[in-house]
T-cell receptor, first 113, second 114 residues
Framework: QQQVKQSPQSLIVQKGGIPIINCAYE??????FPWYQQFPGKGPALLIA?????SEKKEGRFTISFNKSAKQFSLHIMDSQPGDSATYFC????????????FGAGTILRVKS | GAGVSQTPSNKVTEKGKYVELRCDPI?????LYWYRQSLGQGPEFLIY????????DSGLPNDRFFAVRPEGSVSTLKIQRTERGDSAVYLC????????????FGPGTRLTVL
């Protein structure tokens, strides 16, 4: 059972563009929604995370938009750079102790220079 | 240490063999997680330790998989009678163990079962 659905599977944008990656979840008990960035041969690294009490969070060029009623959240990357080319994963957890993460399938982003 | 480390980085074994994968968490992190990442997929949860005890092992696929963390720091994931379907990258993550704490991932061990 896929609890977090992520789209698109891959994405190509020009340098300076704003790629948008979307995720939808099913379990209303989830209350922590992080985004991870993964480069080839490396482990995932946390980019930004949000909790459902806010609708938007910005950190540098990365913004999460959250729609609790629709059970959807998205990642926007402003002024994208070739160095942002990586695989991005959304995830969700119930928070609390032992907050095991449920990941989406990932989006391969390529930023063309 | 600076981050989560995992050894070996690559492991090639034959079907039916036993393997051990090691994880060294960030110093002071009480929570430790194992995930498995198949090609083109997101990581899937296997097991979570809080201190020395396995607090949640609901993600282990079957009884061929076992993990230990005897002193509350280093953890070893053990796979018996390996199968070709076990081939994947095995990721370890650690966190401070606080509610909602950030999980920091290691680089993973790529396991290939021939």
């Amino acid at each position: 059972q896929q609890q977090v659905k992520q789209s698109p599977q891959s994405l190509i944008v020009q340098k300076g563009g704003i790629p948008i990656i979307n995720c939808a979840y099913e379990n209303t008990a989830f209350d922590y929604f992080p985004w991870y960035q993964q480069f080839p041969g490396k482990g995932p690294a946390l980019l930004i995370a949000i909790r459902p009490d806010v609708s938007e969070k910005k950190e540098g060029r990365f913004t999460i938009s959250f729609n609790k009623s629709a059970k959807q959240f998205s990642l926007h990357i402003m002024d994208s750079q070739p160095g942002d080319s990586a695989t991005y994963f959304c995830a969700a957890s119930k928070g609390g102790y032992g907050n095991k993460l449920v990941f989406g399938a990932g989006t391969i982003l390529r930023v063309k220079s | 240490g600076a981050g989560v480390s995992q050894t070996p980085s690559n492991k090639v074994t034959e079907k039916g063999k036993y393997v051990e994968l090691r994880c060294d968490p960030i110093s002071g992190h009480t929570a430790l997680y194992w995930y498995r990442q198949s090609l083109g997929q997101g990581p899937e949860f296997l097991i979570y330790f809080q201190g020395t005890g396995a607090a949640d092992d609901s993600g282990l696929p079957n009884d061929r998989f076992f993990a230990v963390r005897p002193e509350g720091s280093v953890s070893t994931l053990k796979i018996q009678r390996t199968e070709r379907g076990d081939s994947a990258v095995y990721l370890c993550a650690s966190s401070l163990g606080l509610a909602g704490g950030t999980q920091y991932f290691g680089p993973g061990t790529r396991l290939t079962v021939l």
